[in-house]
């Protein structure tokens, strides 16, 4: 699962623990903050198995799955065959990406991908961590600790490092397994019985991408937000010190 799918999941957790927490609440108890624990510490467990056998599939199975770019294409029909049924057609773009799943991969496309899905179950384990400390503080009555601006600051760089890194890396093995893919150097083929002059008049015939390396930015906002809630909870527990002989 993505960094973003992290994300998304703990949202999703917390709201569902906020719908269920009336029918198990107790009085001065806080069952949406431990149904949120128990989710994300089973998202944790979840996460880390994933990356664990995601590592091995890359490791050691003779096919993966992979998305890889394709230079822009789109079907062309010989000038003599003719279709029905269509009322539209394509004027411009095509097809520019391609899930596939690939036999004969180079171990160094390999390694790319393993590294790529590595730090994303770091990150993954990281976020989750971060949701579990905060709701054992609430738990504690301590909501304010120093280990929750540490788990918290921590996080906001290891999304950012990660959350690009693996996009990186992710993008290069792709263009590899392009290139790996579609690099045809040669091909020989009847032009009489087939009527193509060249390989790209073939229907269904790809060729890898250029250079194309597709990077959002979305890990850069979602690290500087955590990193803000960090300094909130820093600023909460320096609050917290001081107002703790007037009470």
Not at 33 to 43: F, K, Q, S
Not at 94 to 113: D, K, N
Not at 141 to 149: H, N, T
Not at 194 to 208: T, V, Y
Request: net charge neutral.
């Amino acid at each position: 699962m993505s960094i973003l799918g992290t994300f998304v999941m703990l949202l999703m957790a917390f709201l569902v623990a906020l719908l269920a927490a009336p029918h198990v609440a107790r009085k001065g108890k806080t069952p949406e903050v431990g149904l949120t624990r128990w989710v994300a510490i089973a998202y944790v467990v979840i996460a880390g198995g994933a990356t664990i056998y995601r590592l091995a599939e890359i490791a050691m199975s003779p096919n993966l799955r992979i998305s890889m770019p394709v230079r822009e294409f789109w079907p062309r029909i010989p000038a003599s065959a003719g279709v029905e049924g269509p009322t539209a057609q394509v004027v411009s773009g095509g097809i520019t990406r391609a899930l596939v799943e690939v036999q004969g991969l180079a171990s160094g496309t390999r390694w790319l991908l393993g590294a790529g899905e590595l730090l994303q179950g770091i990150a993954a384990l990281f976020i989750g961590a971060a949701v579990i400390s905060m709701c054992n503080g609430h738990l504690r009555k301590v909501s304010f600790r120093p280990a929750l601006v540490k788990w918290f600051s921590a996080a906001a760089v290891v999304i950012v490092v990660c959350g690009l890194a693996w996009q990186v890396l992710e993008g290069i093995a792709g263009m590899q397994a392009s290139e790996q893919v579609l690099g045809v150097v040669g091909a020989h083929w009847d032009t009489a019985s087939m009527g193509r002059e060249s390989l790209n008049d073939i229907i269904g015939q790809l060729e890898p991408s250029g250079l194309e390396l597709e990077v959002n930015f979305w890990p850069l906002w979602a690290g500087l937000g955590l990193f803000t809630t960090a300094q909130i909870f820093k600023r909460g527990l320096e609050m917290q010190k001081d107002t703790a002989g007037l009470i």
